[in-house]
């Protein structure tokens, strides 16, 4: 079975590039890289052109995952394989490509309608260009374990893990049945690609309806201290906090979770774990996270005890 190797990239539809290029630099602490005006907005986490495209879009939602091999016959493989499995895989424009940052692409669709896509090269900023952070004190975590991980909210739970294992080729990290409030129980499968962070993908039932493809994307960075000053900047600039300060028990994640201005949540953490296929043993586990998390009312929700 070939799998893709990382999670290069994510592309974001957003109804507001100035709102969230502050948004991005100054709270996440990401670098603006190659801008189209009133289009779209390149951002930056290390030595790539580009980890996070922006596109001018009224959906403020996911957009596409950019998943990366780490060569031209890795994909070459691949794009074979997911087209002997029906996947409806096509190589896009040069267009496409070249906004993406990437040398060539392929794309497919997901039953939810998330585009996937599929490169090997991506381009690098020149050696003068280091990334630079105006907020970060260490660094983001990235490098062969790619940009991070997003969170999907399907409509079918059953036909979206299909689609993870077999047309992408991830593998099942484990899952958790918990309460995320009293109440309200989720059901969260988690799957790995090759190069092992523990999730680049999960899939996410909730008992009810969720206006976005996506429950949340995650950035991870080196240095713990960076989630607690990330937590001061969302407090200072009034980013609303959906999930206190916290811990999952999978993958080890302690991570707050703020709301993007596209309104899907954005985790911060650090010290996610990284898994060894060779010995790794998929649990199910029965609670979202051992500390923390705490779920807050909605912006604007009355306080319980208002009239
Ligand atoms: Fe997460």
């Known amino acids: 079975m070939h799998s893709v190797s990382t999670l290069g990239y994510m592309v974001l539809g957003v109804s507001d590039l100035a709102a969230w290029e502050g948004f991005a630099v100054n709270v996440l602490g990401l670098q603006v890289g190659r801008r189209v005006a009133g289009e779209s907005l390149g951002l930056r986490m290390d030595d790539y052109e580009q980890r996070f495209l922006l596109v001018k879009s009224e959906l403020d939602d996911f957009l596409a995952a950019g998943w990366e091999f780490e060569t031209d016959a890795q994909l070459d493989a691949f794009v074979d394989q997911a087209r002997a499995r029906g996947a409806g895989i096509v190589e896009a424009d040069r267009e496409i490509a070249e906004q993406r940052r990437v040398a060539r692409l392929f794309v497919c669709h997901d039953p939810d309608g998330i585009s996937h896509e599929f490169y090997s090269c991506a381009y690098r900023a020149h050696t003068r260009d280091a990334f630079r952070s105006s907020a970060l004190r260490g660094a983001f975590s990235t490098g062969?374990?790619?940009?991070?991980?997003?969170?999907?909210?399907?409509?079918?739970?059953?036909?979206?893990?299909?689609?993870?294992?077999?047309?992408?080729?991830?593998?099942?990290?484990?899952?958790?049945?918990?309460?995320?409030?009293?109440?309200?129980?989720?059901?969260?499968?988690?799957?790995?690609?090759?190069?092992?962070?523990?999730?680049?993908m999960a899939v996410a039932e909730v008992p009810f309806p969720v206006p976005k493809r996506i429950h949340h994307i995650m950035v991870e960075c080196t240095d713990a201290n960076d989630v607690g000053l990330a937590y001061d900047r969302c407090k200072q600039a009034g980013v609303p906090i959906l999930m206190e300060l916290g811990h999952h028990p999978n993958d080890q994640m302690f991570s707050f979770y703020m709301i993007s201005p596209s309104g899907f949540a954005i985790e911060f953490g650090a010290g996610g774990i990284v898994v060894n296929d060779d010995t790794w043993e998929i649990k199910r586990y029965s609670e979202l996270s051992d500390w923390g998390h705490k779920l807050n009312p909605p912006p604007g929700a009355p306080a319980p005890n208002a009239p």
């Open 144 to 200: 062969r374990l790619g940009a991070g991980h997003f969170v999907t909210v399907p409509k079918q739970s059953a036909r979206a893990k299909a689609f993870c294992q077999d047309v992408l080729g991830l593998k099942l990290s484990d899952s958790i049945t918990g309460e995320a409030a009293p109440g309200v129980n989720l059901d969260v499968t988690f799957f790995h690609a090759r190069s092992g962070r523990h999730h680049s």
